[in-house]
């Protein structure tokens, strides 16, 4: 049995699709459980950018079965967008299938997600504003509409009207706006969008056991990070789904016995979109040459992301709640030419120091980082081989590894395939 777990052991943004593109190359399936058009990974191919929000990159690969499973949310239009720019590109979606038990994105939840964060004023969560909290809410309220349901035309159409006469009062008695929308648009749209997607819709749950039972190699592609956790992460300032290892058991439909391999995606420093305390974060000089050097703007929203140093009490947490049993260190060629270089081993929280990352972010907000200054390098990206690396990046690599307790396997030092070092 051959499967792997990727997922992101920060925030997000860790350089996953690199990763994965690498580990699709020899995988025969590729799994996505969780998350919607929220996610964003750029992928380049022999100098072409792909950039995919929905569909697993593995696409690429002809002959890779590439599955949307049940624990992932869909925008149907966003979905088919995607689909279209491969078809341009000349790359087949043969392989692509999609869960019969995924639930809908839904044109109300886009407009709820934007409504919601803007009645939050100062207070809002910075999402992507694709719909996805919404979506998941009412997953959890059971008043979703799942892929199945777009399949049968009077039980879609039912729902959505119930749907729509309730968030039309929400949108309009709790929230004071114009917007409303007509139920009657919407299934004529949808109808358009079943028809184009019936082909690829089935039960991932069998494809995905069938392909464990038969040995495959499998991957199961995360998105977001482990502190974008629904319960994880820094709530609230989180996604409403599951990032971690966990998630993939019920976003995929298998059992965690399936699971052989569990990779955490690092980068060398971190990053964050959106709001909320973030210790080792770096305001001048440093954090932006991060930002420029690493391109660290959103995919999905173009946002500049907020850098900081190496976080090894975070590392940690995700080593531990998603069992980590290897560690992917990504772009550590950033840090080249940067000078001495900080890595914080703790929190430091009126005096008490701790390792373990707190669940109230009034205490995050109070820890103050612990750092260790280790000596920076220069020039990493030509380097193809862990031995040629200079002392003080495999020094660095060392200490990631013990701090957080799972070794480091692959060493980023550049953003193209090839510029990846497997570390033995
Ligand atoms: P949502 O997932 O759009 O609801 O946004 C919730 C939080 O998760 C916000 O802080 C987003 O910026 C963050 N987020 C969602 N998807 C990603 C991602 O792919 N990378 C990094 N942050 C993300």
């Given at each position: 049995?051959?499967?792997?777990?990727?997922?992101?052991?920060?925030?997000?943004?860790?350089?996953?699709?690199?990763?994965?593109?690498?580990?699709?190359?020899?995988?025969?399936?590729?799994?996505?459980?969780?998350?919607?058009?929220?996610?964003?990974?750029?992928?380049?191919?022999?100098?072409?950018?792909?950039?995919?929000?929905?569909?697993?990159?593995?696409?690429?690969?002809?002959?890779?079965?590439?599955?949307?499973?049940?624990?992932?949310?869909?925008?149907?239009?966003?979905?088919?967008?995607?689909?279209?720019?491969?078809?341009?590109?000349?790359?087949?979606?043969?392989?692509?299938?999609?869960?019969?038990?995924?639930?809908?994105?839904?044109?109300?939840?886009k407009a709820l997600d934007g409504i919601?964060?803007?009645?939050?004023?100062?207070?809002?969560?910075?999402?992507?504003?694709?719909?996805?909290?919404?979506?998941?809410?009412?997953?959890?309220?059971?008043?979703?509409?799942?892929?199945?349901?777009?399949?049968?035309?009077?039980?879609?159409?039912?729902?959505?009207?119930?749907?729509?006469?309730i968030?039309?009062?929400?949108?309009?008695?709790?929230?004071?706006?114009?917007i409303q929308f007509d139920a009657e648009e919407i299934i004529k749209d949808y109808r358009g969008y079943a028809k184009r997607l019936a082909p690829y819709i089935t039960d991932t749950t069998v494809l995905a056991f069938e392909a464990i039972k038969a040995d495959k190699k499998?991957?199961?592609?995360?998105?977001?990070?482990?502190?974008?956790?629904?319960?994880?992460?820094?709530y609230p300032y989180v996604t409403s789904s599951h990032p971690v290892t966990g998630g993939v058991c019920i976003g995929s439909g298998i059992g965690p016995t399936a699971i052989d391999e569990c990779?955490?995606?690092?980068?060398?420093?971190?990053?964050?979109?959106?709001?909320?305390?973030?210790?080792?974060?770096?305001?001048?000089?440093?954090g932006d040459k991060i930002r420029d050097v690493g391109h660290e703007f959103g995919t999905t929203t173009g946002r500049p992301r907020r850098c900081g140093w190496f976080d090894a009490v975070i590392g940690e947490f995700a080593v531990r709640t998603s069992g980590l049993t290897s560690i992917a260190l990504n772009k550590i060629d950033?840090?080249?030419?940067?000078?001495?270089?900080k890595i914080c081993t703790a929190y430091n929280k009126n005096g008490v120091i701790t390792k373990h990352f707190p669940a109230s972010l009034e205490e995050l907000a109070k820890c103050e980082p612990v750092y260790e200054e280790m000596p920076g390098w220069g020039p990493i990206d030509h380097m193809r081989t862990y031995?040629?690396?200079?002392?003080?990046?495999?020094?660095?690599?060392?200490?990631?590894?013990d701090l957080c307790g799972a070794k480091v396997t692959m060493v980023g030092v550049g953003p193209n395939r090839n510029q990846n070092i497997n570390v033995e």
């Open positions: 049995m051959s499967t792997k777990v990727i997922i992101g052991a920060q925030w997000g943004d860790e350089g996953k699709a690199k990763i994965i593109d690498i580990l699709s190359e020899e995988a025969e399936v590729v799994i996505r459980s969780q998350g919607g058009n929220n996610a964003g990974h750029t992928v380049v191919v022999d100098g072409k950018v792909y950039k995919f929000h929905l569909i697993p990159s593995g696409i690429l690969y002809p002959g890779t079965k590439c599955i949307v499973a049940n624990g992932v949310v869909i925008d149907p239009e966003g979905m088919l967008k995607e689909i279209d720019g491969l078809i341009i590109e000349g790359i087949s979606i043969e392989n692509l299938r999609i869960s019969e038990r995924a639930h809908l994105v839904m044109p109300y939840h919601t964060e803007e009645a939050r004023g100062n207070e809002d969560i910075g999402t992507t504003k694709k719909g996805i909290g919404p979506c998941y809410m009412d997953k959890a309220e059971r008043s979703g509409i799942r892929v199945c349901d777009l399949m049968n035309e009077e039980l879609f159409a039912k729902k959505v009207r119930e749907n729509v006469i968030k039309n009062k929400i949108i309009k008695y709790v929230y004071d706006k114009d499998v991957l199961f592609e995360g998105a977001q990070g482990t502190l974008l956790d629904l319960d994880l992460g820094t990779i955490g995606v690092m980068k060398g420093y971190i990053t964050r979109v959106g709001k909320g305390p973030f210790p080792t974060e770096l305001f001048g000089e440093v950033v840090l080249s030419d940067i000078g001495p270089i031995e040629e690396l200079p002392a003080e990046a495999k020094a660095f690599i060392k200490r990631v590894e």
